[in-house]
């Protein structure tokens, strides 16, 4: 159990971790517990980080940069060799940010040659002060003890998750081995919701849309949303929805809080920077239904040994395990905080009230990114799961060990004694309890 607190939220061997500020040199990604023998370049890294970067209502940033991932260790000759896994992603922006950014302590020349860009009006050299509601600014710069909440919002920004996004392509090459496979679309932007029905774009299609939303129509009213915002100097919020295809029966358990997958994915969902809910399935429109009209349905196992549910409005977790249908979780993506026309805020040294908080070149929109980042997170988690289920050294062993056990399950399981605490419903067992009570 210690082992495991050590580890963080890590359910077996497997573990990621970042680094990197938002004008630093680099961002960087360590990935630890990755079998050998997994195909990996730069290239297929590449096209998640790209697809993090686009979305109708991004800021200027993504101009400047062009995400690419070096793989610096870990991988040999095109595959990788079990042993941590480190991506570097530079960001070219960086260039602009030297002296501001500097790593080694400053002179005192490179102080006054700071003090004096910044009596110049040169803004990325001034101490920033006016914290941003909504944002990290006021609580980081208190805890850590800063005077500049500079050093809170390298940090904070989500810029950090291009090293997630560069990770969780590293997921999506391990999944895609085991024949799991995870895309996300936008769902809702500024109350826009897709119409399933309405759903006629491929999800290559979907891909390349300005939102990733496979809704043609919907999309144009929330461009519309999100130009409102933009000539407001405001900011819109939405909900993506992510879908993992392929996952096996079982992963998670319910024995054990922190054991099972439903918490972890909410968890890795809700850690990314502007997520402020989650739901599975028909998340919170289930309260509003009875069972009967919410539970799936269980049709029996197919002839190939597949289970069957009717429906999937549990999307794909129950008690807090796989249930082998996708797994959908969707993420609440707040409105952006650094607004063009800033809201009132007060200032971090004197503690009175400024008319306006800090702004600096910012989005207004980040849903279609912000999917991608739920991706990643689910890949990795799923990573996680699947390596403290299957094991495996090699790929090869984690994929033999993941096959025998999808066929072991796809049989009828052994005819159990009376006193199991295994034994089946049979027949003569209508699966009803004697009394009333509840399960606890
Ligand atoms: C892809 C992505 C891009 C973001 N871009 C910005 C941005 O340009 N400006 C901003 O203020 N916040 C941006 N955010 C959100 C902030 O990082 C986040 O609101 C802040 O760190 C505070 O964390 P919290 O929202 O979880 O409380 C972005 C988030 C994501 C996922």
Not at 241 to 254: D, F, M, Q
Request: proline letters at 5%; charged letters at 25%.
């Amino acid at each position: 159990m210690r082992r495991r607190a050590a580890r963080g939220r890590s359910v077996g061997s497997f573990r990621f971790l970042t680094a990197g500020e938002s004008h630093g040199q680099a961002l960087g990604a360590t990935l630890e517990g990755i079998p050998a023998g997994l195909p990996l370049t730069a290239e297929r890294i590449a096209v998640d980080l790209a697809r993090r970067q686009r979305g109708y209502g991004r800021g200027a940033r993504q101009a400047i940069e062009q995400d690419r991932a070096e793989i610096v260790s870990g991988v040999r000759h095109g595959l990788t060799l079990g042993s941590p896994i480190l991506l570097l992603v530079r960001n070219r922006d960086w260039e602009n940010w030297t002296r501001v950014m500097q790593v080694e302590p400053l002179s005192e020349s490179e102080a006054a040659e700071l003090a004096a860009m910044s009596l110049e009006g040169n803004r990325r050299a001034a101490p920033v002060t006016r914290v941003r509601p909504g944002h990290a600014d006021l609580a980081g710069a208190l805890k850590y003890g800063f005077s500049d909440v500079r050093n809170v919002l390298e940090r904070a920004s989500a810029r950090e998750t291009a090293a997630r996004v560069a990770a969780g392509a590293v997921s999506r090459a391990l999944l895609g081995e085991l024949g799991i496979e995870v895309w996300s679309f936008t769902a809702e932007v500024g109350g826009v919701a897709v119409d399933p029905a309405a759903c006629t774009r491929s999800r290559d299609e979907a891909d390349e849309s300005p939102l990733r939303c496979p809704d043609p129509g919907a999309e144009v009213q929330m461009i519309a949303r999100i130009d409102e915002a933009r000539s407001n100097g405001d900011t819109v919020g939405g909900v993506f929805e992510v879908v993992a295809r392929g996952v096996p029966i079982g992963l998670g358990s319910y024995v054990h809080w922190d054991r099972r997958l439903d918490a972890a994915l909410a968890a890795a969902v809700v850690s990314i920077n502007i997520v402020k809910g989650v739901e599975f399935g028909l998340g919170f429109e289930q309260t509003r239904r009875f069972g009967s009209a919410v539970h799936d349905v269980i049709e029996g196992r197919s002839d190939e040994g597949r289970w069957i549910h009717r429906s999937n409005n549990a999307g794909g977790l129950t008690g807090g395990v796989s249930n082998g249908e996708p797994i959908v979780v969707r993420g609440a993506v707040k409105p952006i905080s650094t607004l063009a026309r800033p809201l009132p805020s007060a200032d971090l040294l004197t503690g009175r009230p400024v008319e306006k908080a800090h702004y600096e070149r910012s989005d207004i929109c980040v849903v279609p990114a912000a999917g991608v980042v739920g991706e990643a997170m689910v890949m990795l988690t799923l990573v996680d799961f699947v390596l403290a289920k299957f094991g495996g050294d090699s790929v090869a062993e984690t994929r033999d060990n993941l096959e025998r056990y999808r066929a072991t399950i796809a049989r009828p399981p052994e005819p159990a004694g009376p006193t199991s605490p295994t034994r089946r419903l049979g027949d003569g067992d209508d699966g009803t309890e004697a009394g009333s009570g509840g399960d606890d």
